[in-house]
């Protein structure tokens, strides 16, 4: 077809090779490739990107944005529209890898308490024999020792599909948020009653009957319009206090607007040394199945199921 220019193809590439990438990433490096502001130009900007989605859309891949369900941010990726784990994990991560990662994502979108996040000992204990056997686990994962879990977790922290919370336990990472959208939806996670993102992070409505779940960042925009905030459903009043400091903005990290360096990214020597850090506290007994970790997964899952039957 041949109506994609050379600058659309650079944007394609680098998000393939970097993303996703924050919205001012996004937007610097647009400006820098295309020479337009999308912040004054955002007509430019939005051209560019149903370009690229028309061509995209032949080889079922798409360019999405979507808002971090931790911190709200607004990220740029491209994501692949075929719906089986084993594609979206490409040929990187191997059999018993994927189903690692599926059973971690299962226990963060299964959690009625929307924590958003499991316990690292509890990420190291799944045991995927208890797993359905579609993929053809279990002996594979006989062999899937507590190093290789490690590693994994390395890795799928590494490329964004997990991420590791403020309070050190492991979460969904921005890659899924954007690339696992039907498949959260189809898993019934509750959507953010604001934004419509799958509500994995996210605030219950304190009538225990009801099942609005806000994010953080939404209930935050919803006080800040109104001074306070009533459930859309039930219509009772959420004890909300907003958070004093703004931390999302500055945060940002710095960016090279130019595409061609992509080492020494912040954010990847950062999740490299927590993940050492934690690596010494827990690999005392290395190849062992099991650590001694409360079940707060466990837990969690039963508290408010009665108020929340799936
Ligand atoms: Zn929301
Ligand atoms: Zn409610």
Redesign the pocket.
Do not use: N, T, Y
């Given at each position: 077809m041949a109506v994609l220019s050379w600058k659309h193809h650079t944007l394609i590439q680098l998000l393939l090779e970097r993303g996703p990438l924050t919205e001012k990433e996004f937007h610097s490096i647009f400006t820098a490739i295309t020479g337009e502001n999308p912040g004054t130009h955002p007509r430019k900007f939005n051209d560019y990107l149903l370009k690229i989605n028309r061509e995209l859309s032949y080889v079922q891949l798409d360019l999405r944005a979507c808002?971090d369900t931790y911190d709200g941010r607004v990220y740029y990726g491209v994501v692949n529209n075929v719906s089986d784990n084993q594609s979206k994990l490409g040929t990187k991560y191997s059999v018993p890898q994927i189903a690692f990662f599926k059973a971690i994502v299962e226990a963060i979108a299964q959690d009625v308490t929307a924590e958003g996040c499991i316990c690292n000992m509890d990420v190291l204990n799944i045991k995927l024999e208890n797993q359905d056997g579609s993929l053809g686990i279990p002996a594979a994962f006989r062999n899937f020792t507590m190093s290789q879990k490690e590693k994994t977790l390395d890795q799928l922290v590494k490329d964004k599909w997990l991420c590791y919370t403020e309070d050190d336990n492991i979460g969904v990472g921005v890659r899924s948020v954007l690339d696992l959208r039907s498949w959260f939806n189809n898993a019934g996670v509750p959507s953010?009653e604001?934004?419509n993102?799958a509500?994995l992070k996210a605030k219950l409505c304190p009538n225990e009957g009801c099942t609005v779940r806000?994010?953080e960042?939404?209930l935050k925009k919803i006080f800040s319009q109104k001074g306070v905030v009533v459930c859309p459903s039930c219509d009772t009043r959420w004890q909300y206090q907003p958070p004093k400091t703004e931390p999302i903005e500055l945060k940002e990290e710095e960016t090279d607007p130019m595409p061609s360096q992509p080492s020494s990214r912040p954010a990847q020597s950062q999740s490299s040394l927590r993940s050492k850090r934690k690596r010494q506290r827990l690999s005392q007994n290395d190849d062992a199945n099991t650590v001694g970790c409360s079940s707060q997964a466990e837990m969690k899952r039963v508290t408010r199921s009665s108020a929340h039957p799936r």
């Open positions: 808002r953010c604001v934004c993102e509500g806000i994010h960042h939404c």
